[in-house]
T-cell receptor, first 114, second 117 residues
Framework: QQQVKQSPQSLIVQKGGISIINCAYE??????FPWYQQFPGKGPALLIA?????SEKKEGRFTISFNKSAKQFSLHIMDSQPGDSATYFC?????????????FGTGTLLAVQP | EAGVAQSPRYKIIEKRQSVAFWCNPI?????LYWYQQILGQGPKLLIQ????????DSQLPKDRFSAERLKGVDSTLKIQPAKLEDSAVYLC???????????????FGPGTRLTVL
């Protein structure tokens, strides 16, 4: 119940296309859903995050869509660029409380072809 | 603002040897995390400190892994003795004390890539 399932494992998109990565969770206590971007040799960096009281959040070319009833959320990268090529991780946590532990998905390796 | 610092960046050891990793969090960050990231997987929390106290070490293999955070700042993670399956990237992250929103933005260091032969 603590898992976050992520798909696809890898994704190839043409420059200018839309990249879509999906995640699903079981624990309804999760109330914070961040996406992290990780370049080779670097640690993950927070990209965008959403709370379950909104269905969508947009920051520049990055949008999170959230479906509370289906317990699913997704990352959309519009106008994908070669510089977006990286591994993307969804995560979930329970804000507040003692631990605020992040549960990460397994990651999606995105390659944007020029 | 300086980020989370980790050293060494790479380490190669033989199985049954010992190894230690060091982390210096962002100044003023109360919470420090150690994650293990196995190739092709997401980071998995090993241990979480709040100042110098352990908040969560439920997934730390305590028979071989240990961690400390002296004076609530720097932290070290030790593996003794190492096994082949410990080959992974060890990430350190820190976060400030959560504000009223309770959100937990974690800032990650570059990691230490450990290879156990």
């Amino acid at each position: 119940q603590q898992q976050v399932k992520q798909s696809p494992q890898s994704l190839i998109v043409q420059k200018g296309g839309i990249s879509i990565i999906n995640c699903a969770y079981e624990n309804t206590a999760f109330d914070y859903f961040p996406w992290y971007q990780q370049f080779p040799g670097k640690g993950p960096a927070l990209l965008i995050a959403i709370r379950p009281d909104v269905s969508e959040k947009k920051e520049g070319r990055f949008t999170i869509s959230f479906n509370k009833s289906a317990k699913q959320f997704s990352l959309h990268i519009m106008d994908s660029q070669p510089g977006d090529s990286a591994t993307y991780f969804c995560a979930a946590s329970i804000r507040g409380g003692a631990t605020n532990k992040l549960i990460f998905g397994t990651g999606t390796l995105l390659a944007v072809q020029p | 603002e300086a980020g989370v610092a980790q050293s060494p960046r790479y380490k190669i050891i033989e199985k049954r040897q010992s190894v230690a990793f060091w982390c210096n969090p962002i100044s003023g960050h109360a919470t420090l995390y150690w994650y293990q990231q196995i190739l092709g997987q997401g980071p998995k929390l090993l241990i979480q400190f709040q100042n110098n106290g352990v908040v969560d070490d439920s997934q730390l293999p305590k028979d071989r892994f240990s961690a400390e955070r002296l004076k609530g700042v720097d932290s070290t993670l030790k593996i003794q003795p190492a096994k082949l399956e410990d080959s992974a990237v060890y990430l350190c992250a820190s976060s400030p004390k959560a504000g009223t929103s309770g959100y937990n933005e974690q800032f990650f260091g570059p990691g230490t890539r450990l290879t156990v032969l």
